[in-house]
């Protein structure tokens, strides 16, 4: 189970993060115009996340909702997968192509790249 929540949205999968290739998105602006109108995806995982703040989709067949902000350069949001509250985080923000990169910790942890769509 940790595993599997660990996987999920904006938690990271990888080692810490390497930039190479990925451009940081440090204002919400330009983060509301590339997540605006599309989802992001991965295996396992459909979400949408809006630009008044709401995180809605599924996850490995559960159910993800939440909220998020934009502090500073970074984007913190409160997540829960299914009734499992996986609590605050704020991350950096990386894009390269149609790929955007969550590195959680305020970009000192772990990563999950998720695709646009």
Do not use: H
Not at 34 to 60: C, H, P, Y
């Amino acid at each position: 189970m940790r595993v599997l929540s660990a996987a999920l949205l904006f938690l990271g999968l990888a080692a810490p993060a390497v930039a190479e290739g990925f451009a940081p998105v440090t204002k919400r602006d330009r983060f509301v115009s590339l997540i605006e109108g599309r989802d992001l995806t991965r295996f396992g995982i459909t979400l949408n996340v809006t630009s008044d703040g709401q995180i809605k989709g599924r996850a490995f067949g559960r159910d993800v909702t939440g909220a998020w902000r934009w502090n500073g350069d970074y984007f913190c949001r409160d997540l829960f997968w299914g009734k499992m509250d996986l609590g605050p985080n704020c991350q950096a923000v990386r894009l390269n192509g149609d790929t955007i990169r969550f590195i959680s910790d305020q970009g000192t942890g772990q990563f999950a790249d998720l695709y646009l769509r």
